[in-house]
C-alpha cells in the first residue's frame, strides 16, 4: 500500500506565505505526476499545481506568479511554497500522484487526506 501524507497547512494572514509538503511513502516503483488540488467549501475540487508526466509544471490561472511547485525525487516529496496568500486561497490543500506498483500492475492514482489552509484579510 502507499500513502501520501501532507503537511504545512495552518492559518495565515493576507499577504503571508506558507510551504506545504507532501510526503510519498510505502512500496512502490515509480511516482509520476505529483500534484496539488485544493477544495473550498460549497466549490470542485481544482488543480492548484502539477507536474505532468515530463516533468513540466502547471498552474492555475489564480495562482501563477504566487505559487511555486517543487519535487525532491530522493525524498518522494512535493513541495508548495504559496506567497502573497488571499482569502480566496483559504481550502483544504490534497496532494496527488500516480504510483507503479510493487505489488500492482500498472499506474494507480493515490490522493493524500489533505491540510487545512486559511487566509485571513
Known amino acids: 500500500q502507499v500513502q501520501l501524507v501532507e503537511s504545512g497547512g495552518g492559518l495565515v494572514q493576507a499577504g503571508g506565505s506558507l510551504r506545504l509538503s507532501c510526503a510519498a511513502s510505502?512500496?512502490?516503483?515509480?511516482?509520476?505526476?505529483m500534484g496539488w488540488y485544493r477544495q473550498a467549501p460549497g466549490q470542485q475540487r481544482e488543480l492548484v499545481a502539477a507536474?505532468?508526466?515530463?516533468?513540466?509544471?502547471n498552474y492555475a490561472d489564480s495562482v501563477k506568479g504566487r505559487f511555486t511547485i517543487s519535487r525532491d525525487n530522493a525524498k518522494n516529496t512535493a513541495y508548495l511554497q504559496m506567497n502573497s496568500l488571499k482569502p480566496e486561497d483559504t481550502a483544504v490543500y490534497y496532494c496527488?500522484?500516480?504510483?507503479?506498483?510493487?505489488?500492482?500492475?500498472?499506474?494507480?492514482?493515490?490522493w493524500g487526506q489533505g491540510t487545512q489552509v486559511t487566509v485571513s484579510s
Open positions: 510505502g512500496s512502490f516503483l515509480s511516482i509520476n505526476a
Open positions: 507536474f505532468t508526466s515530463g516533468g513540466i509544471s
Open positions: 496527488n500522484a500516480d504510483f507503479l506498483g510493487s505489488s500492482w500492475y500498472g499506474w494507480r492514482n493515490y
